[in-house]
Structures are given as structure tokens and as C-alpha cells.
């Protein structure tokens, strides 16, 4: 059984050997995530079923709640103009009897990105360093498993490295960036000042923005830990903007949910789907874990219910000389 290291936090570094690697690797479990059921929310299951299916397979699913109405190669998909996917998802709106304003997303599988086993060295690293400035380590974990998992890429926005911190944020927390030397490459540095930016700002920033908005909340519980990795993403003007917008009663899976479904500014789709993305890795993640430590599921960690996609049938979507069959069914 792993070996629990730290539990001094809301989560547990545990200590776990993959096959073929000569060193053992500290690693977060949260059973949190089982015991308060975020895993059995429809956008952790949809992003689930996006990890583990190819890219030449896209879903078409319903913004609001993730529900996958059908698939469609994605190759026929994006080789419609922009007036035929909408004359597409139209169709689909009028197939299933749905208001005509419902929104609907056409997403792309994602198993050639999310490769959590090659990011296993990195977290150990950065558990490391979060334990090291105080910072629970369930943020280094999450981050990395979101961001660039076992890459460095650099976004459009100018994010780069491990963690994607943007210039001005890691220069601010300690680390050197200019043209001969860019420390956001580097894991331990930037997990350092990825501890110190969470620990200094987005941290004190959500609990201030839950105090102002006059909710209760511990700062151990998952939905806490997600408005923290909202404020790190979007920012936390944007966040507390959408916060304003919701003007929540309460805190918990519903305001997670709620969240998820608002926009605000800057608070955008890609907003709405971080702590969606960083939950389903975690738990994906854990199910890694326990298959290479144990060989059978870690305790606390059930199954993840493959999500029912509807019988085989013909849709007849009103795509201008183009129809398309409907892949109900069809096996990915």
C-alpha cells in the first residue's frame, strides 16, 4: 500500500513506485473528491470520457451541463464553414426538441494531451517545494496536471513553462526571465514561485473575497481549493466579477456549479472548464496511481461509471450538401 507521508494538509502525499522508474515519487491523494462526490458530477465524467478518446473523435455536448448528445469525426466537423456548424448545431437543437438558444459545444478528444504519467516526475518536485513554503501540495498536483501535462508550451497569452506563468507574475514572485534565461522552464523554480504567488495572492485573495461576499468556508474543503485555482487562472478581479454576478448564498458544489455555467469578462469558457479539467485529472490521476501501486483500486476511489450514450440512430442534420450520419454508438 502506499506509503503516507505528509497529511498535515487537507490532502495526503503518499509515496508510490511506477514500473521501470528507479525512484520512488510523492504524489497527492484527496478523498475528499469521493466522500463530498465531485466525481460523479456530468462535467468530471465528460471530461473523463475527453481525456481518454483520440482527437479524430469530437462530442457534441451541451455547454450548461456537458451532456453528450452524440459524436462526429473531427475532421468533418472542422472542415465545415462557420455557417454549416451552425446550421449543425441548429439541427441537433431541433432533432431533440431543445430551445433554440441552448448552447452547444462541438469538443475534440484530448488523449494525446493528457499524458498524467509523464508529469509524475514534475509533481513529485513540486510537492517537495509546496511542502517546503507551507502551501498544500494539492495545488502543485493540480496545476501541473492542467497545465502543459509533461510539456512546456507557451500559450497565447505569453504563459510558459510547468506551471504557465506569465512574465510579469513569475519575475514579481522571485524567478529570472529575460532573453538568455527563462526560470518558468525550470519545475523546482517555478513551483517556488508558483508556492509563493498561491501563498502571497491567491490564497489571501479568495478568502477575501468569500468573507466579502459573507460565506463561510474552510479552507481544507475541494470548492475552496477551486476558487483558488479560479483566482490563479482568471484572476482574482475577474473571479470576484463573476462571484457578483452569481451572488451566492452559499458555498459547495452548488456555487461550483453555478460557476461553471456563468460568464463574466475575462471569465470565459476556459475558465469555466479549469477546475472542471483539474478535477477529472486528479481523479484520473489517482486511478493511475493505484493501478501501478496496487494493481487494484485504491480504497475510497470507486469506479467511474462509463457515461450511457444513447441507442444507434440517424439524425438527419441540416447540413447543406453535406448530411452527416449521426455516431451514436460507434465505439471509441
Same mark, same amino acid.
Given at each position: ?37 465531485? %466525481? ?27 451532456? *453528450?448528445?452524440?459524436?462526429? /469525426? ?6 465545415? =464553414?462557420?455557417? &454549416? ?57 493540480? *496545476?501541473?496536471? *492542467? &497545465? ?55 490564497? /489571501? ?6 468573507? %466579502? ?61 479549469? =477546475?472542471?479539467?483539474?478535477?477529472? =485529472?486528479?481523479? &484520473? ?13 485504491? &480504497? ?9 450514450? /444513447? ?15 449521426? =455516431? ?5
Amino acid at each position: 500500500m502506499p506509503v503516507v507521508l505528509c497529511a498535515q494538509h487537507a490532502s495526503e502525499v503518499v509515496e508510490v513506485q511506477f514500473p521501470g522508474d528507479s525512484l520512488s515519487r510523492r504524489v497527492v491523494h484527496d478523498q475528499q473528491l469521493y466522500a463530498e462526490k465531485w %466525481d460523479t458530477l456530468s462535467q468530471i465524467r465528460f471530461w473523463h470520457k475527453i481525456m481518454n478518446s483520440p482527437p479524430e473523435v469530437s462530442f457534441i455536448n451541451i455547454a450548461a451541463t456537458r451532456q *453528450i448528445l452524440d459524436s462526429i /469525426p473531427t475532421e468533418l466537423y472542422d472542415g465545415l =464553414s462557420s455557417l &454549416e456548424k451552425k446550421v449543425f448545431k441548429d439541427s441537433i437543437l431541433v432533432y431533440r426538441g431543445m430551445p433554440m438558444d441552448t448552447r452547444v459545444y462541438i469538443t475534440a478528444g484530448k488523449g494525446h494531451y493528457y499524458n498524467h504519467r509523464a508529469v509524475v516526475p514534475d509533481i513529485d518536485k513540486a510537492v517537495e517545494v509546496f511542502l517546503e513554503e507551507g502551501v498544500d501540495p494539492w495545488y502543485a498536483q493540480a *496545476i501541473l496536471l *492542467i &497545465e502543459s501535462p509533461g510539456k512546456l508550451r507557451k500559450s497565447s497569452a505569453g504563459a510558459y513553462g510547468p506551471f504557465q506563468l506569465l512574465r510579469g507574475v513569475a519575475i514579481r514572485n522571485g524567478l529570472t526571465v529575460n532573453r538568455e534565461v527563462d526560470e518558468r522552464a525550470d519545475v523546482a523554480r517555478a513551483a517556488w514561485a508558483t508556492a509563493r504567488f498561491m501563498r502571497r495572492v491567491c490564497i /489571501p485573495e479568495t478568502r477575501r473575497l468569500l468573507k %466579502d461576499m459573507g460565506l463561510a468556508f474552510d479552507e481544507s474543503s475541494v470548492w475552496f481549493r477551486l476558487m483558488v485555482l479560479h483566482v490563479y487562472h482568471a484572476g482574482a478581479g475577474n473571479v470576484r466579477g463573476v462571484m457578483r454576478t452569481i451572488n451566492p448564498q452559499q458555498g459547495g458544489i452548488p456555487l461550483v456549479n453555478r460557476l461553471w455555467q456563468t460568464q463574466y469578462r475575462r471569465f470565459g469558457n476556459s475558465s469555466q472548464n479549469y =477546475s472542471q479539467i483539474a478535477l477529472a =485529472s486528479l481523479i &484520473e490521476f489517482d486511478r493511475l496511481v493505484s493501478l501501478y501501486q496496487d494493481k487494484q483500486p485504491k &480504497e475510497g476511489i470507486p469506479p467511474l461509471k462509463p457515461i450511457a450514450l /444513447p441507442q444507434p440512430t440517424r439524425i438527419p442534420h441540416a447540413i447543406p450538401a453535406r448530411p452527416v450520419v449521426s =455516431s451514436f454508438g460507434r465505439g471509441m
